[in-house]
């Protein structure tokens, strides 16, 4: 059977051309099983494909609840979890999913080889990348996360916005599974859409 799939994506719709871009290249992806958008913002999401499956909390769920509820929610073993402000290449899943294990503990991204754009989102169809055994987190390293579902470990509930990463990273590493990040991969982000907005509402 061929192995699927599901995408995590919380959202407030701050940037709903990024959203939209980014959704647009996961269901041309075959890798692709599902699209969970959990809609923070609460106002709907609608884009005409089955494999987009909006979740609407009644209010804001904060980042890390929302991650823990699209997990709860997929039907696959192989998740990722993808900030809603970037752009990956086309047919990425595809190859990402041949390096998610059961044996592996949780593979992220370094901020520091992201593209920041404050502009319209691009496709990309260059889709390389390497990925090496990391001890520590880098930058910006659960802007987009992949691992097996039995890898997830639930995140408390007083943790809403920052650390989620962490909590996932450091659980895997003390349960002696090596964790990954993605080197020289092309990708845009828009820079803390939706972490940011999170916590100016965490603020008030």
């Not at 992806?29 to 005409?48: C, H, L, P, Q």
């Not at 260059?126 to 691992?147: A, H, I, K, Q």
Request: charged letters at 25%; glycine letters at 6%; hydrophobic letters at 35%.
């Amino acid at each position: 059977m061929t192995k699927k799939i599901s995408i995590i994506i919380p959202t407030l719709q701050k940037n709903i051309d990024f959203l939209n871009q980014l959704v647009t290249s996961l269901v041309a992806d075959d890798a692709v099983g599902e699209i969970i958008i959990i809609d923070n913002s609460t106002n709907g999401y609608n884009y005409d494909n089955p494999k987009v499956k909006p979740f609407i909390p009644e209010e804001n769920m904060f980042v890390n609840p929302s991650w823990n509820k699209g997990v709860e929610l997929a039907e696959n073993d192989y998740i990722g979890i993808l900030n809603d402000d970037i752009c990956i290449p086309n047919g990425f899943c595809s190859k990402i999913i041949n390096d998610i294990s059961e044996n592996i503990g949780i593979i992220g991204t370094n901020g520091y080889s992201m593209i920041n754009k404050s502009y319209e989102p691009e496709s990309i169809t260059d889709s390389s990348y390497r990925l090496e055994e990391t001890p520590y987190m880098p930058y910006n390293y659960g802007v987009m996360l992949f691992f097996h579902k039995n890898n997830y470990h639930k995140i408390p509930e007083d943790l809403t916005i920052y650390y989620g990463d962490d909590y996932l990273f450091f659980k895997n590493k003390k349960s002696k599974k090596k964790n990954y990040v993605i080197e020289d991969l092309k990708m845009y982000h828009y820079g803390s859409l939706s972490s940011g907005a999170f916590s100016k509402l965490i603020k008030k």
